[in-house]
């Protein structure tokens, strides 16, 4: 059984930084795709970033490029989002998802349960 | 960038009637790459289909997707209380991927 295990959400100022984790299992991590997508509070859903199986390939949605950033360890079956210059429409629901492709991004086949962050003074 | 327009807002039907879902694309989504997922209150999204009427695995057979080019559609036969929640399309044909912004089905 896929599982995907977000950590690492909570309050931070507007500007500081935050890293979520998202540990997986029940698949062959270093075999896939990896992305997170985000959901604020009572919106849609929205692409924030995607990496390649072997981590050689990044990719960002406009919003979040320059200021977040997507990681994987194959070895301890972990992605990573770390997240500076952080702004109140930063705030959301973060979900981690494993991508159905091995290369090139495509739909998202398993979900985590979502990490709240949340960007307040 | 794909902008997709999901109709009606908001579907208000009986348990046991038809639900007919729509998704407009922006521009052709090519080779029909439009998926489907569901999301209850609190909990996270779940993949429906793919390719636009492929089924992912679990998913009852009174779901069904279909379309092509720019205009897709999901379609529940007859509504089950568990199937009332928010569904979304998606397109993974061109970057960035991009979603629609969602159709509710309560109920009536």
């Known amino acids: 059984e896929v599982q995907l295990l977000e950590s690492g959400g909570g309050l931070v100022q507007p500007g500081g930084s935050l890293g979520l984790s998202c540990a997986a299992s029940g698949f062959t991590f270093s075999g896939y795709a990896m992305n997170w997508v985000r959901q604020a509070p009572g919106k849609g859903l929205e692409w924030v970033s995607t990496i390649s199986y072997s981590g050689d390939s990044t990719y960002y949605a406009d919003s979040v490029k320059g200021r977040f950033t997507i990681s994987r360890d194959n070895s301890k079956n972990t992605l990573y989002l770390h997240m500076n210059s952080l702004r109140a429409e930063d705030t959301a629901v973060y979900y981690c998802?494993?991508?159905?492709?091995?290369?090139?991004?495509?739909?998202?086949?398993?979900w985590g349960q979502g990490a709240l962050v949340t960007v307040s003074s | 960038e794909i902008v997709l327009t999901q109709s009606p807002g908001t579907l208000s039907l009986s348990p046991g009637e038809r639900a007919t879902l729509s998704c407009r694309a922006s521009?052709?989504?090519?080779?029909?790459?439009l998926a489907w997922y569901q999301q209850k209150p609190g909990q996270a999204p779940r993949l429906l289909f793919y390719?636009?009427?492929s089924r992912a695995t679990g998913i009852p057979d009174r779901f069904s997707g279909s379309g092509s080019g720019t205009d897709f559609t999901l379609t529940i036969s007859r509504l089950e209380p568990e199937d009332f929640a928010v569904y979304y399309c998606?397109?993974?044909?061109?970057?960035?991927?991009?979603f629609g912004q969602g159709t509710r089905v309560e109920v009536k």
């Open positions: 998802a494993k991508d159905a492709s091995t290369v090139r991004p495509y739909f998202f086949e398993y």
């Open positions: 521009q052709s989504v090519g080779y029909s790459y």
């Open positions: 390719g636009a009427s």
């Open positions: 998606q397109q993974y044909g061109s970057s960035p991927r991009t």
